[in-house]
């Protein structure tokens, strides 16, 4: 059972950045391909971000490609979202979810496809 915990959002003025962090706990890190979802108040939950288990291959929603940047440090068991040039519509609770992908090279963008998910951090952007 893997324990997933995001920290790191805040309210943040158009145009700032902010790293969302997201720990994993409770099984090998490096075992999983890794995403991050969010989900706007009156929307369903998206994909915004997914990177495999090794870190050589990441994916990205189109609107924030540019913006934003994932990666992972498996020594630390934790994945960062780095989000720069934010705008108001990037404001939702961000998750990150975890996919047991053991010796393959994949990324999923479906949220189906993902076992563990965190309990969310809310970015919020003022315009």
């Known amino acids: 059972q893997v324990q997933l915990v995001e920290s790191g959002g805040g309210l943040v003025q158009a145009g700032g950045s902010l790293r969302l962090s997201c720990a994993a706990s409770?099984?090998?890190?490096?075992?999983?391909?890794m995403g991050w979802f969010r989900q706007a108040p009156g929307k369903e939950r998206e994909f915004v971000a997914a990177i495999n288990w090794s870190g050589t291959s990441t994916y990205y929603q189109d609107s924030v490609k540019g913006r934003f940047t994932i990666s992972r440090d498996n020594a630390k068991n934790t994945v960062y979202l780095q989000m720069n040039s934010l705008k108001p519509e990037d404001t939702a609770v961000y998750y990150c979810?975890?996919?047991?992908?053991?010796?393959?090279?994949?990324?999923?963008?479906?949220?189906?496809?993902?076992?563990?998910w965190g309990q969310g951090t809310q970015v919020t952007v003022s315009s």
């Open positions: 979810a975890a996919d047991f992908s053991y010796g393959i090279n994949r990324i999923n963008i479906r949220e189906r496809n993902y076992d563990y």
């Open positions: 409770g099984g090998t890190f490096s075992s999983y391909a």
